[in-house]
């Protein structure tokens, strides 16, 4: 079945560090990609999404694009502040009426100051 | 404003209680879903429902029945509540279309003590 593998955590950086979150995906067909993010006492927020192959979703500094030869959607931060710290979670969505999202198992980035 | 808001935020209840969760969309979307989320943040799909009809049923207790009066409501009961269903339950809705996108509700944070 369809599945998501997020990098271990947690993650730690200064302010201004880059940041990369590695993400791999195992689906049959052509999966749509997102990345939510789950701020400290709220809900998921839909971050960025990809829809296929080569696209790039990007939102607020964060970028990660679609890659169906490595099977990869990996995020991306070249400045990271403390307002991202929060949970980020890697997830892949079917296609049609049935389809559901599949996450990974998130990782927690803390950034500070 | 157009948004998934479940009801209550937070529930603390005695094992062995019944307890309801609500859910509503104003988005017109087609499908809702149920997400467990436990203590370590993982997310798990426990439901949808497309239309007022079930499409899917993870491996879930029977004691979780979920309820969609209408494609706006997605409601979910839990009989006999246990320690083990304390956890964050998300509702979610996505519109049916080839490669959905999804929006969550904020979370109803369970505490069965």
């Known amino acids: 079945g369809d599945s998501v593998t997020q990098m271990e955590g947690p993650v730690t950086l200064s302010e201004e560090a880059f940041l990369t979150i590695n993400c791999t995906y195992t689906a049959t067909g052509y999966p749509s990609l997102f990345w939510y993010v789950q701020y400290p006492g709220e809900g998921l927020q839909l971050l960025l999404k990809?829809?296929?192959?080569?696209d790039k979703g990007s939102n607020k500094g964060f970028e990660a694009t679609y890659r169906k030869e490595t099977t990869s959607f990996h995020l991306e931060k070249g400045s990271v502040q403390v307002s991202d710290s929060a949970v980020y979670f890697c997830?892949?969505?079917?296609?049609?009426?049935?389809?559901?999202?599949?996450f990974g198992k998130g990782i927690t980035l803390s950034v500070r100051p | 404003d157009t948004a998934v808001s479940q009801t209550p935020k937070y529930l603390v209840t005695q094992m062995g209680n019944d307890k309801s969760i609500k859910c509503e969309q104003n988005?017109?979307?087609?499908?809702m879903y149920w997400y467990k989320q436990d203590s370590k943040k993982f997310l798990k799909i426990m439901f949808s429902y497309n239309n007022k009809e079930l499409i899917i049923n993870e491996t879930v207790p029977n004691r979780f029945s979920p309820k969609s009066p209408d494609k706006a409501h997605l409601n979910l009961h839990i009989n006999s509540l246990e320690l083990g269903d304390s956890a964050v339950y998300f509702c979610a809705s996505s519109q049916d279309r080839d490669r959905p996108s999804y929006t969550f509700g904020s979370g109803t944070r369970l505490t069965v003590v």
């Open positions: 990809a829809t296929k192959a080569d």
């Open positions: 997830a892949l969505g079917g296609t049609g009426a049935n389809s559901k999202l599949t």
């Open positions: 988005l017109g979307h087609d499908t």
